[in-house]
């Protein structure tokens, strides 16, 4: 009975073992790899200007930003943008002489180019000027929403829109065409880089603001996706950044 009674105990003792082996084996398969918790993180510094003078997304961030630009919170966070700046012009006291202005940056600000980007690894391929070009020309860029709630919110305060844009002045025509298709009208001016300038785009922004402070108008209010586009004295007299982390423009 002793001896019985010993082998089922070893019995009992090994099967064990074996479940518990055999169940740690199927405990170390590894999920799918979610995208690096530090993307968040590089975005925020973008946005904030600590990090400059990058090219392209990094590969590891590639999913994130994808995500992030074809997903609800590129959407929510420029809604943010546009509410500040809406409930910013609403509060002023205009001079009644006509002389406010807001300056719009076109691409990613008036003018939306994810068509393009979704095609081009939202940032994280390198620039590409011939096919960039090639996707202007076609003038089929769609508005910002929320861009366009706030410029028509201005024309009925009686602030007088100018768009500043590094195109250049061979693309006059086509964004003329764009903006108009996309519900943009009654702007005060559309300024445009003179075609082959060797200028960087906050030099050329900066200087075409000044011409616009001495002809006698007044910035109350300048928006862009680049810092690019609102650095640079004179300013306005107050500045809203739009999210973009797919590409830099010095």
Known sequence: MASKTARLLLFFTVAT???CFSSGQDAETPPAAPSPP???SVRMAIEAHNIVGWRTVSPECAEYVAGYMSGDRYGRDSDIVIDQAIA????LKLSGQGKEIWVFDVDETALSTLPYQANHGYGAQPYDQSSFLQYVAQGS???LQGTLRLYRRLLQLGIKPVFLTDRTEDQRAVTTNNLLQQGYCNWEKLVLQPTGQQISTQAFKTC???KLVSSGSIIVGNIGDQWSDILGSPEGCRTFKFPNPMYYVA
């Open 88 to 91: 910013y012009a609403e509060s």
């Open 17 to 19: 073992f074996s479940f």
């Open 141 to 143: 860029a769609p508005a």
């Open 208 to 210: 075409e603001r000044q």
């Open 38 to 40: 530090i993307c968040g």
